[in-house]
């Protein structure tokens, strides 16, 4: 049976998969990477660390697979976004890549809004400038570091560095080039309008193509170190985002991807482009030729129940020790028996600044409400319900744009948990669906493979084909007028704290 190889460079490691024309996981690998801060909100990785991670799963793979390995017909590539890696004309890279999660760039976005216009911006790009995105960070180049920007050659987002490294070939594919700010996404081209008034050189832009393209083919060089054959056709691969939303099968109207790892990521697919005038969620294309997806993000999803747990979980992390039950699970069971909204506890998942949709760098974490009466399972519910509240943020901007919302497909911690899948499908008043495969962008990656390589006529066929509904939960409409209170509750304190959350942040200073 025909497979195919998914490789996802996330930020804080690479995962391989293996996956059959049916959608089983016959082998993977993971190796981890180190997060660099020399700087306070500075984030940037070794570029050469992503490759040493992936030929090591390669390695992992090959051996697997054994005689087995000319079973593969293509490989797929998933990446996080907007990550800046600066070649030189021989390939070298010129210095560390600047990350997603970098927010050294805000006089660069302010400069970026100013010269182009916000307006018009959003009507080139689809998208405002925000401190993650790459156009800023190689005005940023073009500005802090003027000897090392006249070298650039050329400038290409993590995934796609991997695939030069994998093939000689220098690409990128039109859902990662989205997240640049300088992708035209409606026309799907680059921007000369937004080029020019940047005075980016168009000519240090990679190629742009599908996501379903071949991309070049394994050099012999790899093949040899890792045991796969020479020649495997290695697809244009996309955005972790669009990988992970094709892994869950969006890829009809109307199905909302719902992630909550770290951060916390509202896909929802379109068949045509659609643009909030505000720029308050993010329009990118799919990993899909000629479909879209338009995407809202918290930053820390999470990340805001692994603080607790870090910080105040200490009783939950040591029964773990103990009995082997996992922290998380012991706090899920503190959280159920309190009542929903948490008896007037509200919690505002904001620990590091939030993206959607109050692109607000300065906005922090709050516990609202807090009386004698509340304990600490009322403190977990209200972290979780908040996160949850966040995300209905992004679902309200995209059912406001006129996009139909029918089903919520959940991934992560947010589909692992039972509570939370309840949550959910209550504060959103969906039907919340977990499936049979949550692997992530690394599935969609292999996916996509399959298309490049001909196993599948189509993205939507691959997804159709591999991924079914095991659960779904379904809302209490008993508690919609409750729940709609407390939302309402929720989106007033962000207001009233704006000016607050810029005033404390002068006097950390």
Known sequence: MSCMI???????GVKTLVVTETGKIV?????EYPLYHPKAGWAEQDPEDWWQATLTTLKKIGEDLGSDADRVKAIGLSGQMHGSVFLDKSGNVLRPAILWCDVRTADQCRYITETVGRDELIRHTSNPALEGFTAPKIVWLQQNEPDVYRQVAKVLLPKDYVRYRLTGEIFTEMSDAAGSLLLDVTHRRWSEPVLQALNIDPEILPECRESIDVCGTLTQQVAESTGLPAGIPVAGGGADNACGATGAGIVRPGRVLSSIGSSGVIVVHTDQPQTDPQGKVHTFNHAIPHRWYVMGVIMAAGLS???FRDNLGHLEKQMESLTGTDAYDLMSAQAAPTPPGAEGLVFLPYLNGERTPHADAYARGVFFGLTPRHTRGHLIRAVMEGVVYALRDSVEIIRAMGIPI???RAIGGGAKSPLWRQMQADIMQLEVATLNIDEGPAFGAALLAGVCAQVYSSVEEAAENTVRIVHTTEPNRDLTRLYDDYYQLFRS???????RFREAAQLEI
């Open 27 to 31: 082998a993977q690998a993971t190796a």
């Open 305 to 307: 129940l692994k603080w």
């Open 6 to 12: 998914g490789i996802d460079i996330g930020t804080s």
């Open 493 to 499: 304190l962000y207001p009233a704290l704006k000016d």
């Open 406 to 408: 029918e089903q919520v």
